[in-house]
């Protein structure tokens, strides 16, 4: 099983700042990694999928990077909106899996 | 616009079967390139796959699981559901149905259901 480590746990941020979370595979799985935000009580939201492609409908201040085992995910400027956990999901290799999450929390 | 929805009883008793519906509004539970999936997040903590379905019938099933998990599916209905068996309280978790993207069976995930929170217990 693949385990992706991410870091750090918190990220603590003022809006208007840039945000960069980190995705660690315990090995490769290409490009087959997705980022998700998840907002209390509410269902995750797809935001990356194929390490770098926005899902339709997200704003463009999210982008993604990385391929084989390392990936990151970069807020460019803070909206309140966007304070949230955020989780990578490999899908290259079964069974699929997740990190453990990080949270931006507001500064 | 694609919309899913669990429905299904939110107690149940430990060595007792979890059963969960998944209603799809909105678009074809029949649609090629797309699998009907499962998953499920403990409460405060991260989420974990539990399987999915391809129109066909063929699953996908995470093998931490594999020998309780059932899933099935309904075309008629728009429907495809998720039996766990023997649960304890440890299987304590929202569990949210959602669409998988590709051929895999464990895809990049959109739409996802709102959840629904199964509590084990006595």
């Known amino acids: 099983e693949i385990v992706l480590t991410q870091s750090p746990g918190t990220l603590s941020l003022s809006p208007g700042e840039r945000a960069t979370l980190s995705c660690r595979a315990s090995q490769s799985v290409s490009s087959y990694l997705a980022w998700y935000q998840q907002k209390p009580g509410q269902a995750p939201r797809l935001l990356i999928y194929g390490a770098s492609s926005r899902a339709t409908g997200i704003p463009d201040r999210f982008s993604g990077s990385g391929s084989g085992t390392d990936f990151t995910l970069t807020i460019s400027r803070l909206e309140p909106e966007d304070f949230a956990v955020y989780y990578c999901h490999q899908y290259g290799s079964s069974p699929p899996t997740f990190g453990q999450g990080t949270k931006v929390e507001i500064k | 616009q694609l919309q899913l929805q669990e429905s299904g009883p939110g107690l149940v008793k430990p060595s007792e079967t979890l059963s969960l519906t998944c209603t799809v509004s909105g678009g074809s539970i029949s649609s090629g390139s797309y699998y009907w999936a499962w998953i499920r997040q403990p409460p405060g903590k991260g989420l974990e796959w539990i399987g999915s379905i391809y129109y066909s019938g063929s699953t996908y099933y995470n093998p931490s699981l594999k020998s309780r998990v059932t899933i099935s599916l309904d075309t008629s209905k728009t429907q495809f ?42």
Do not use: E, M
Not at chain 2, 81 to 109: F, I
């Open chain 2, 81 to 122: 559901s998720l039996k766990l068996n023997s649960v304890t309280a440890a299987d304590t978790a929202v569990y949210y149905c959602a669409r998988a993207q590709g051929y895999s069976g464990y895809g990049p995930l959109r739409p996802w259901g709102q959840g629904t929170l199964v509590t084990v217990s006595s």
